[in-house]
């Protein structure tokens, strides 16, 4: 198996008046070619500050990204434009936000091609642009469109559409259907799995939904406070959660059937700050298992199981 | 003494502008009983929240308007009261939850300060009865009375939304609208709101509408579903008789175009096409351009709601005589 | 098609017929359509196009020559013969006023546009870039702001000599901070906004981001910020002749004008009352008009 990207201790801390905040602390991670992995956890857990920080629209504090070997973290941002600006891309997950209000359909789908491609001829451009509408399914005559005019489900065919006009191998989708009412979130996710298997892309999925995760990924990462607390294969989250939190995390979930009445478990507290996090498991203060041991040193992401890794020092006692 | 609290007959909004008219209820019915909690689901746009703001009376002015129904509230007509009569009917006999905790609290006020407004603005008693009663109300919404001295702004999320809560329940008002409570919330929030909800609801009888377009959180709070479409009531019963035996189009659909957690499916169910307008409604069955029952006949006459039995109602051609004859040809 | 049939749409639905075409909808167009909606702004805006129609056709709306003295008729009041009256020279104050449309909306124009290029640009750039940059400019901006507009306007004027281009530099540099500030927060509130990392995503170069995503959702605060700058500059033009700095007689500026008639304020009140008018009706319609292109451009901000 081939790892398009390589995450290495990758960090991004932003300073605030109050200290620093760790929105992203030493995650590391392999993706494969051609999979999905979900990266899911709560507001404020540091998953779309990942994303972003893949996409180098932020600058990691330190670490290494391989993307196919080669350390795109770390490198100038022009020579990064000139190389893998193309490659890799991103969906934004307010599709009312994240478009121009001020051009049409065409011509939000021309910029990216514009942008990148400065020797196609005009003709060349808006031909393609056109064929990816085609592609994400927007009618031709929509082309005149304005993004107020459309609604969420279009709009966000619209990011798809700037998105694959470049080609890209890697796309990082931050939350792209939680804007979207039910019925047109099941088109999208349609219609990104569809692309993923015509083209062989390799998806980044960040979102808060974890039956969306489980759908779409083949693997998951759970985040906490900017830290990976477990990574496995999809199926393997669902029937054998062992970090507290994710477990938290899943039977928190509302589950649309009267019948299956659920044994809760309901944290106590919310997020802990990650502003200068003490040196311990960051979950500690909500675990409902915790122990002195978890206030004393902080957990390393370690395999527990073939791929289950899994960061929490007593494990083991919830393996089944 | 009738058992319904709330009882919706015939209920019918519009907006209207220089533009456009949206015809965002379009004849609704429906009754709550006492000490009942009813789920009120449907995509953007389906007129959720304008039942629930004809309900409270807080339709935008001069936008707004109520074509015909009546809403009556333990079986006085809304809609005959004045203003000021209605102002005292909000708070003490219906509150609302909005969806938006930060937007719903006063930034310059103490918390305690906002529950105690509500109190005394409805009740007869002292200033620090009413701060005594606000205090009490925290320490039931799950936060720590002595914190009735802070500002909003020092509250995280979830907690605003308790006081929020608590706010809207401290005149212990019969009927208590929750639109898209913890929609804002994370997973983890939801789940110690939604149990908290709950628990207050059955200790204090409150009837409630909890809108929301999640069904998990219908299924695990509700006694009863009402499933909107395109303003209207397209489904309705039971949250037993919706969940394990849905009748229409939609509401199945609907169920299908969710991810599930325990089951695996390599592709969702999709409904096609787009939400259909508001402001374009055809004369027949509004979904009828998205369905894929239907028959022609569905393109030529309007559903009305039929009971299939004592616990479920629905709006479909599929479950009336005519439509037999229609297969059977 | 509709559900249920209410007058409301039948007047719609008229009203729609007799449109032959359905207009395509635009951002630009939405702004129009709001603005159309909004009487106090259209009151401002046909007053400001009977200004500018009166500065254009000055000459053929005058009576009289506004330089002409006409020693015979001096100081009279308001009369059919002389509108506004004549002042200590027998000038005619209704022609004066009339020239000075001309005088006003001209230099007020170049003032804001100069304002726009400098303290704008300056306004952008530091928004823009922020961080450094930023705080590099708006500090010395702030220097330039905590001394009076006017009083900054005269020192200029002291060292420039008198005259049109030195009293747009003048109000230039005095408004400059003020420009710089208003297209700051502008441009911030764009910056800030999801569509740019998006365009920032499929690596759209800094100049392209600002000039093709950042001026163009900008302009409508711009442009509001800009109505608002020509009230500013015709006030400053008119306090400053007022005092005597900037403009000379016999110029018929606005505030010469009233500068003339002060020492005569009891007993010819007109020489004053009519000027003092005329700024204020010009300075009120632009301010609603302002007000308008606020509502029109930014409906939520309000």
Not at chain 3, 100 to 110: E, M, Q, V, W
Request: a neutral charge; glycine letters at 6%.
């Amino acid at each position: 198996m081939s790892n398009l990207l390589e995450i290495k201790n990758l960090k991004k801390y932003f300073s605030t008046p109050r200290g620093e905040l760790h929105a992203v602390d030493n995650v590391n991670l392999n993706i494969e070619k051609g999979k999905t992995i979900g990266v899911v956890g709560e507001s404020g857990c540091g998953k779309s500050t990942l994303g972003k920080t893949l996409m180098r629209l932020h600058t990691p504090t330190s670490g290494e990204v391989l993307y196919n070997g080669e350390d795109i973290a770390g490198m100038p941002m022009k020579e990064f434009k000139q190389k893998y600006r193309t490659n890799i891309q991103m969906i934004f997950q307010d599709p009312y936000a994240s478009l121009d209000p001020r051009m049409n359909v065409l011509q939000l789908i021309e910029e990216p091609i514009k942008v990148n491609h400065k020797d196609m001829s005009k003709a060349d451009v808006t031909a393609r642009a056109k064929e990816m509408m085609e592609l994400v399914g927007l009618a031709k005559r929509l082309e005149g469109s304005y993004p107020h005019e459309l609604d969420g489900g279009r709009r966000q065919r619209i990011g798809i559409a700037r998105a694959l006009s470049l080609n890209p191998d890697f796309i990082v989708c931050d939350e792209p259907v939680s804007a979207l009412d039910v019925s047109i979130q099941a088109q999208i996710l349609n219609l990104l799995q569809d692309l993923q298997e015509e083209r062989g892309l390799t998806y980044m999925f960040i979102t808060h939904d974890m039956s969306v995760v489980k759908h779409i990924s083949d693997d998951i990462a759970v985040m906490y406070l900017g830290q990976l607390i477990e990574k496995c294969p999809a199926n393997e989250i669902f029937k054998n959660t062992i970090h507290p939190y994710s477990q938290a995390l899943l039977s928190a979930i509302p589950i649309p059937n009267v019948h299956v009445k659920k044994e809760r478990m309901i944290l106590k507290g919310e997020l802990t700050s990650p502003i200068d996090p003490k040196p311990c498991c960051r979950f500690a203060a909500r675990c409902p298992y915790a122990s002195e041991g978890c206030m004393e040193k902080e957990p390393e992401l370690r395999e527990v199981k073939p791929n289950h890794f899994v960061a929490c020092h007593y494990a083991e006692k919830f393996m089944k | 003494m009738s058992e319904n609290m709330l009882n919706v007959e015939n209920l019918v909004i519009h907006y209207e502008t220089d533009e456009e008219v949206v015809e965002a209820v379009n004849n609704i019915s429906f009754r709550l009983k006492k000490g009942e909690v009813l789920g009120l689901v449907g995509e953007t746009g389906a007129g959720k929240t304008t039942t629930a703001l004809g309900i409270m009376g807080l339709l935008p002015p001069k936008v707004g308007h109520v074509i015909q129904g009546k809403i009556e509230l333990d079986g006085e007509n809304l809609f005959d009261k004045s203003e000021r009569e209605m102002r005292n009917i909000r708070g003490k006999k219906i509150s609302m939850i909005f969806q938006d905790p930060m937007t719903a609290l006063n930034p310059v006020k103490t918390v305690g300060e906002q529950i105690a407004e509500v109190v005394l603005l409805h009740s007869r008693c002292s200033k620090v009865e009413a701060l005594k009663r606000a205090q009490d109300m925290l320490a039931m919404v799950g936060i720590v009375p002595e914190r009735y001295k802070d500002y909003p702004h020092q509250f995280s999320g979830g907690m605003k939304q308790r006081i929020v809560i608590a706010i809207a329940l401290a005149c212990e008002p019969e009927l208590l609208i929750a639109d898209e409570p913890t929609t804002a919330l994370d997973v983890t929030i939801q789940a110690q709101i939604l149990d908290m909800m709950r628990s207050l609801q059955k200790k204090q009888g409150t009837s409630m509408i909890l809108i929301t377009h999640d069904l998990g959180v219908v299924a695990e709070m509700c006694d009863h579903c009402a499933v909107m479409y395109a303003g209207e009531l397209v489904e309705y019963g039971t949250v037993e008789e919706i969940f394990d035996n849905p009748k229409h189009p939609y509401t199945k659909a609907l169920y299908q175009s969710i991810p599930s957690l325990d089951k695996d499916v390599d592709r969702l169910h999709v409904v096609p096409g787009m939400v259909t307008d508001p402001s374009n409604l055809p004369e027949y069955c509004s979904f009828a351009d998205r369905c894929e029952a239907k028959c022609d006949l569905c393109e030529k006459a309007d559903p009305k709601m039929i009971r299939l039995n004592e616990e479920h109602c629905v709006k479909c051609l599929q479950y009336t005589k005519e439509w037999e004859g229609k297969i059977n040809e | 098609m509709s559900k249920m049939r209410t007058p409301a749409m039948e007047k719609i639905e008229k009203k729609n017929a007799k449109r032959k075409k359905p207009v395509k909808s635009t951002p630009m167009r939405e702004s129009w359509k709001r603005f159309k909606r909004n009487p106090t702004a259209l009151i401002g805006l046909g007053v400001v196009c009977i200004l500018i129609l009166v500065a254009i056709f000055a000459p053929l709306i005058a009576p009289y020559d506004y330089k002409v003295q006409d020693y015979s008729a001096m100081m009279q009041a308001p009369s059919s013969a002389h509108l506004f009256g004549t002042d200590q020279f027998g000038r005619d104050i209704f022609s004066r006023v009339i020239y000075g449309t001309r005088y006003s909306l001209i230099i007020a124009l170049f003032c804001t546009i100069a304002a726009l290029f400098s303290g704008g640009l300056l306004g952008i750039i530091a928004g823009y870039f922020g961080g450094t940059v930023d705080t590099i400019i708006m500090r010395v901006m702030d220097i330039f702001q905590s001394i009076p507009m006017i009083m900054m306007a005269m020192c200029i004027v002291a060292v420039l000599g008198n005259g049109i281009p030195q009293l747009v530099a003048a109000i230039m540099f005095a408004s400059m901070p003020t420009m710089a500030r208003n297209n700051r927060a502008a441009i911030l509130r764009v910056r800030g906004s999801d569509y740019i990392e998006s365009s920032e995503a499929i690596g759209v170069s800094q100049i392209q981001m600002i000039l093709k995503h950042m001026i163009p959702n900008a302009a409508g605060i711009m442009i509001i910020y800009f109505v608002g700058f020509l009230a500013v500059s015709i006030m400053m033009m008119s306090s400053m002749s007022y005092i005597g700095v900037g403009l000379t007689a016999p110029t018929p500026e606005w505030g010469l004008i009233l500068n003339d008639g002060k020492a005569y304020l009891t007993s010819a009140p007109y020489m004053m009352l009519f000027p003092a008018l005329m700024i204020m009706i010009t300075c009120f319609a632009f301010n609603l008009m302002g007000d308008g292109l606020r509502d029109a451009f930014d409906p939520k901000m309000k």
